[in-house]
């Protein structure tokens, strides 16, 4: 027999019951909050009332208030917090009237950012402890137009992230700073860049685990290199590949609380692009060092020509070392093709031809290495003086 759907304040009285139940007892003989959970509780929420409501609220928001507290926010923190995004802070709600409706948002909006909670909280302690020690942050902060709002989390990470971090400056032509770009964005469209005193590098897998992209550049192979210590940064190499097209010639790069590209162009115009720095907790930690157990070689003058020739009849290339002779096969229903070439060792293994377009592009005008094995992941390794750009890819395997 079916009965009335319940009504919006049902619902909170419900939930108010079902928090009320959990509600923690302050009991600890030097006074400190202990928490322990209210197993006594006997009434159910369907057997409540809305005249019964009022006693039961007052039990969530302490629930909120302590689970804020155990976030490490202060309950004045978390009411502003409230304010800023539009809703009514803790302290406001004064009949059930208006406590229903109210709380069903805090509660809403609490349990659905409490990971960002969580993370704010952290972040104001880290401020506090850098304030402390250094009296010209709140005046950096002025500079930058920020405040401590939730709302500019985002922000306030990557400013804390890079405040006074070591600047770093690099001067290279324009052209290897395209090929470097062009070569990650073949396989992702950010990642982690570690500089070093020596030189500079890149590793990131992309979506599918199914292909990684190196890149490692030498201090000595660009014009000018400073880098006064070691420093980690994010790069949203999407944006830098696109921003590589407005500069030619020689390019300044500065890494400080951003990017920058500085050029000078022949009709004596200086361009300055600035992008944004990503705080390198939201990219996805780069893998191990790696090493590949290969078993044969081959070098190959120019991979672009000879994957696009491949893909016209098929979605996998078969490379086959044997022999001293290196085997490229594809065949689909549009036929077969093969070429061949001078190899070392014994090997075989079969690979996305997709994959192998995007490592072509990314290792165009370069010779290229490869090094693979039976079944086994294979390495793709193109150099430019100090450049030197490597793509790990996995095997293909064919269904018996």
């Known amino acids: 027999m079916g009965g009335a759907q319940p009504s919006a304040e049902e619902e909170i009285i419900k939930k108010a019951v079902e928090m009320a139940e959990r509600e923690v007892e302050e009991v600890d003989e030097e006074g400190a909050e202990v928490a322990e959970v209210n197993e006594s509780v ?62 069903k948002e805090i509660m809403s909006f609490f349990y659905s950012n409490r990971k960002r909670l969580e993370e704010y909280a952290g972040l104001l302690k880290t401020i506090e402890r ?104 994010g790069v949203d190499w999407e944006s830098l590949h696109n921003a590589c ?38 990219i996805r930690k780069e893998p191990k060092d790696y090493s590949l157990n290969s078993t044969a070689s081959v070098s190959i003058p120019n991979l672009k020509s000879l994957v696009d020739a491949h893909t016209a009849f098929g979605e996998a290339m078969a490379i086959e070392v044997a022999d001293g002779v290196a085997r490229f096969v594809t065949e689909g229903d549009n036929g077969r093709i093969e070429d061949t070439f001078c190899g070392e060792g014994n090997g075989k293994s079969m690979y996305s031809l997709e994959y192998l377009q995007a490592i072509a592009k990314g290792l165009n005008g370069l010779e290229v290495k490869i090094e693979l094995a039976d079944d086994y992941p294979a390495l793709f390794e193109g150099k430019d003086g100090g450049v030197r750009i490597r793509y790990v890819l996995a095997p293909r395997i064919e269904a018996e």
């Open 130 to 233: 850098i304030k402390s020690e250094d009296p010209a942050f709140d005046e950096a902060m002025k500079e930058a137009g920020l405040d401590l709002s939730f709302k500019n989390l985002k922000v306030l990470k990557d400013f804390v992230a890079n405040y006074k971090q070591p600047v770093i400056e690099i001067e290279m032509d324009s052209d290897t700073l395209r090929r470097i770009a062009r070569a990650i964005v073949q396989l992702v469209g950010e990642s982690r860049v570690h500089f070093e005193e020596s030189g500079f590098w890149m590793r990131a897998v992309d979506g599918a685990n199914v292909a990684l992209v190196e890149v490692r550049v030498e201090g000595w192979a660009v014009i000018d290199y400073t880098c006064p210590s070691e420093r980690v940064v």
């Open 42 to 103: 006997e009434k159910t929420a369907e057997e409540k009332t809305p005249e019964e409501a009022p006693e039961e609220l007052p039990a969530v928001l302490r629930r909120i208030r302590n689970e804020v507290r155990w976030l490490g926010l202060s309950v004045d923190r978390f009411n502003e917090i409230l304010k800023e995004v539009g809703l009514c802070r803790m302290d406001e709600i004064k009949d059930f009237e208006e406590a229903a409706e109210a709380i």
């Open 245 to 282: 097209r407005l500069v030619k010639g020689d390019v300044k790069i500065v890494v400080d609380r951003e990017l920058k590209l500085i050029a000078e162009d022949e009709e004596g115009r200086t361009r300055t692009i600035s992008l944004p720095l990503i705080s390198p907790s939201e």
